[in-house]
C-alpha cells in the first residue's frame, strides 16, 4: 500500500527565483529527492482567486505571467507540465461531496504561484499540475476544511502544494534581492513557525494549536502589517488541513519583507 504523500506550503515570493541563485532556489531544486515525487499535484495558488473553489480541467495548461516589470528573460520562460482533466473531475467530485459546490475552467492555466516554484523542482514538466483557486472571502476554516476534503488524494499518489507566502507586504518591497528583513516580518515568520510545530504535538494543547493558526489575525504578532490581504497565507490552511504534522523544511528571507518559508504536513 502506499504511504500518504505530505502536504506542503512554500512561498514563492517574487516571480524571479528561476533566473536567481541562492538557498531557496537549492531547495526547490532538491525538493523531490526530500519529498516522494508524486504522480500528480493539485496547486493552490494564492494568484488564483474566484468566489466558488474552481479547478482547471485544461489538459496543457499555458504559462501566465501575472506580474510587470521584471527581466525580459522571465517572460521567455514556460513551463511544459501538462494538467489532468481526469484528476481535475476527481477534485471536483471530491470537493462537491463536502459540499463546495466547486466549479471548472477549461482554460486555467500556470500564473507564477504555481510555476515559478515548480520549473525549479520539476523542469522538464514530467508531473501533471492541476490548478484550484483560493476563495478570498472566505475564511480561514473554510480553507483548512477545503484541504481536509482533498487529504485523501495523498493516498493516491498526488502531492497537495499550496503556493503562497509566510510574509507579504508589497509596500516593503525591497528592490535587493537579499536585503534585511524587518524585525516585524521576523517576528511573524518566526510565530508562525513556532504555531506550526506546535500544532503538530501530540498533546492536549494541538487542537488549541491549530485555533491558534486559524486565528492567526488576532494572536500573531504584527498580523495585518505582515499580510494587509489573506491570500497570501490562505494556501497555508488548505495544506494544513489536508495533512497532518507540520515542520518546517526551508526559511529565509528575500527583496526583506518576503519570507521563503516552506513547510510539510504529514
Do not use: C
Not at 495548461?61 to 514556460?78: H, K, M, V
Not at 461531496?97 to 466549479?103: I, L, N, P, T, V
Not at 506546535?198 to 489575525?217: E, F, K, P, V, W
Amino acid at each position: 500500500m502506499m504511504s500518504p504523500l505530505p502536504t506542503l506550503f512554500m512561498a514563492h515570493g517574487a516571480p524571479d527565483p528561476p533566473l536567481l541563485t541562492g538557498p531557496t532556489q537549492d531547495f526547490l531544486r532538491s525538493l523531490f529527492d526530500v519529498v516522494p515525487k508524486p504522480r500528480a499535484i493539485v496547486a493552490v495558488s494564492a494568484h488564483w482567486l474566484t468566489a466558488r473553489p474552481t479547478v482547471s480541467t485544461a489538459a496543457q495548461p499555458r504559462t501566465i505571467y501575472d506580474f510587470g516589470g521584471f527581466s525580459r528573460q522571465l517572460y521567455e520562460l514556460t513551463y511544459p507540465a501538462p494538467g489532468s482533466p481526469e484528476l481535475a473531475e476527481r477534485v471536483v467530485a471530491m470537493l462537491n461531496g463536502e459540499g463546495f459546490e466547486a466549479h471548472t475552467s477549461g482554460d486555467r492555466g500556470f500564473d507564477h504561484g504555481v510555476w515559478t516554484p515548480l520549473i525549479l523542482a520539476d523542469p522538464e514538466g514530467t508531473i501533471p499540475v492541476v490548478p484550484l483557486s483560493l476563495q478570498p472571502h472566505e475564511s480561514t476554516l473554510h480553507h483548512y476544511q477545503l484541504g481536509k476534503a482533498l487529504a485523501p488524494l495523498r493516498n493516491e499518489g498526488v502531492l497537495i502544494v499550496a503556493s503562497g507566502a509566510a510574509t507579504h507586504n508589497l509596500g516593503y518591497f525591497d528592490g535587493r534581492y537579499n536585503a534585511h528583513p524587518p524585525a516585524w516580518a521576523v517576528a511573524f515568520d518566526n510565530w508562525l513557525a513556532e504555531a506550526i510545530t506546535q500544532a503538530g504535538r501530540s498533546s492536549t494543547n494541538a487542537t488549541h494549536d491549530i485555533t491558534a493558526l486559524l486565528d492567526y489575525r488576532q494572536r500573531a504578532p504584527y498580523a495585518a502589517q505582515n499580510h494587509p490581504t489573506e491570500e497570501h497565507l490562505l494556501p497555508l490552511f488548505v495544506a494544513l488541513g489536508a495533512g497532518g504534522s507540520g515542520q518546517q523544511i526551508h526559511s529565509g528571507f528575500t527583496y526583506g519583507a518576503f519570507s521563503m518559508a516552506a513547510y510539510r504536513f504529514d
